[in-house]
């Protein structure tokens, strides 16, 4: 069992002059002294520091009133999401899970050990609520790999209290600084005991350096992408909202770029890449594209005057909306233990790391990333007039589909050329996501079309009225034509911005 906090804190350097007085702290009726805990804690990492190069710590703590396994994710600077599990001897299987996308194969060792001295002091308002914790910490911090190195320090640190207004730690940051204490140049413990500790360890090459040809352009994208996929797998992991659906966008960028810049990245290399990238998009929507559309059919239902609603039609959709549902995320978490998604992790990183680059990859950006988001481009052209010529029906629908795939292809393309093309390019963007929308509209029209059609069979098949089925697919069949209509004026006032390129 886990549990999990928001915690929100800043830190400060201390010089030993100890804790000025924060009684004048507006809000602050009283500085309380909670006095010494002793903490010992071990933080463990592979051997190549992957957890700590994303900021992600991962520690076994004795002493205070937390004592257990503590694993920390970064969200914005000086905020972090701390996931809690009891103590233990061996790492428990959930917080083992919640960094094997950054672990993988890797074994998990001890790498710094920090014993820390926490003199504690809550400050409360006068109804006695506690509006933060101030600790001066002493820290013993020693390397346990061979070799490292030790140091000490004593720094301040205040934490929020929970549900606590942010806007608080301003007014004692204001109280901090005119007492001569100074924000620490350290966002953790753990980082100023890698850096104190292994002072000659060196520094790798910055991943994010200012890009210069094309190539570095499409790497760039492509490794914002890799990096969410492996981000969001513990948030994915945890059920947290909208982690599935993000998570399954990264994948399909990345395929994008593949595809878009095949003049940049060898298509022999990337296509089986992009092959597994389409695995796991697919097992990310399973069930997300089931919720999307009986969302969307239960809504339609509930419009529908109760004396047109005829039968159990309510319960036949809820039984087809969990059909598939039971036991979902035990398989998504499956997945994402598979031995074919790690592989697929470790390729990604090889491709970043040893990228095959085709020999426009060391030109100069503007011409080859404008060429290759011009063609996408011309492709959703070719598609949206194919749809329109289309007689009503299934033609149409197959044909308006594939301009929705490429124009978010285009769209993705778009992003990647924005540091190049700036405004055309975030011009194109916007009108590449409204096309989507709209041609999304549409095909949403045509899967919950075919959605009622089967569920109409199966009440017929019981002896079920199925007036309200064919009820709903008609007010279904008018909004796909209602976007049909809308979509060549549409069309007409955003054509011409891919030429603009």
């Known amino acids: 069992m886990a549990d999990t906090k928001r915690e929100i804190e800043r830190k400060y350097e201390s010089e030993g002059s100890g804790l000025p007085d924060l009684t004048g702290v507006t809000g602050v009726a009283a500085v309380l002294d909670k006095g010494v805990s002793h903490l010992d804690a071990t933080y463990y990492d592979t051997a190549d520091e992957r957890l700590a190069t994303s900021s992600v710590t991962l520690r076994r703590r004795t002493g205070g009133s937390d004592a257990g396994w503590h694993l920390k994710f970064p969200v914005a600077p000086g905020i972090r999401d701390e996931i809690h599990a009891p103590l233990s001897d061996t790492l428990p299987d959930i917080l083992a899970g919640l960094v094997r996308s950054r672990v993988r194969d890797r074994e998990l060792l001890p790498l710094v050990r920090l014993r820390s001295d926490r003199d504690v002091r809550h400050l409360v308002d006068a109804d006695g609520r506690l509006l933060a914790e101030v600790s001066v910490d002493s820290v013993h911090a020693e390397r346990l790999t061979p070799g490292g190195g030790a140091a000490q320090w004593t720094e301040i640190e205040v934490e929020l209290a929970d549900e606590g207004d942010p806007a608080f730690l301003g007014k004692v940051d ?13 966002p953790s413990k753990l980082a100023r005991a890698l850096a104190e500790t292994a002072p000659g360890r060196g520094c790798a090459p910055d991943p994010a350096a200012e890009p210069r040809t094309a190539g570095d352009h499409v790497l760039a994208y492509a490794r914002t992408q890799r990096d969410a996929i492996v981000e969001l797998d513990p948030a994915v992991r945890r059920d947290a909202e909208d982690s599935v659906h993000s998570m399954r966008v990264a994948t399909r960028r990345l395929r994008s770029t593949f595809k878009s810049f095949g003049n940049v990245l060898d298509r022999t290399v990337t296509d089986p890449i992009a092959d597994e990238l389409k695995w796991l998009a697919a097992e990310l929507g399973r069930d997300r594209d089931r919720e999307v559309l009986t969302e969307r059919l239960t809504t339609a239902l509930d419009e529908v005057p109760d004396d047109l609603v005829r039968g159990p039609v309510k319960e036949r959709l809820q039984t087809w909306s969990s059909a598939e549902h039971h036991g979902a995320r035990g398989r998504l978490i499956g997945v994402l233990d598979s031995r074919r998604y790690l592989t697929l992790l470790d390729t990604l990183d090889a491709l970043i790391a040893d990228p095959p680059l085709r020999k426009a990859a060391a030109r100069k950006p503007g011409k080859t990333i404008t060429e290759a988001v011009k063609r996408d481009f011309r492709k959703v052209t070719k598609l949206v007039q194919q749809g329109q010529e289309q007689r009503p029906g299934t033609d149409r629908d197959v044909a308006l589909h594939e301009a929705r795939k490429k124009a978010k292809r285009t769209r993705y393309a778009a992003e990647a050329a924005r540091p190049v093309l700036g405004k055309p390019a975030k011009t194109l963007v916007k009108s590449m996501k409204s096309l989507q929308n709209l041609l999304g509209e549409h095909q949403d029209s045509v899967m919950a079309r075919q959605t009622l059609r089967e569920l109409s069979a199966v009440a017929h098949a019981a002896g079920e009225d199925t007036f ?14 209602r976007v049909e209509a809308e979509l060549p004026a549409f069309w007409a006032g955003i054509k011409d911005r891919g030429a603009a390129l």
Not at 468 to 481: D, K, N, P, S
């Open 174 to 186: 204001k109280r901090l600084r005119k007492a001569g204490v100074r924000p620490s140049k350290s």
């Open 468 to 481: 309200t089925y064919g009820l709903l697919h008609e007010r279904e069949e008018q909004r796909a034509t």
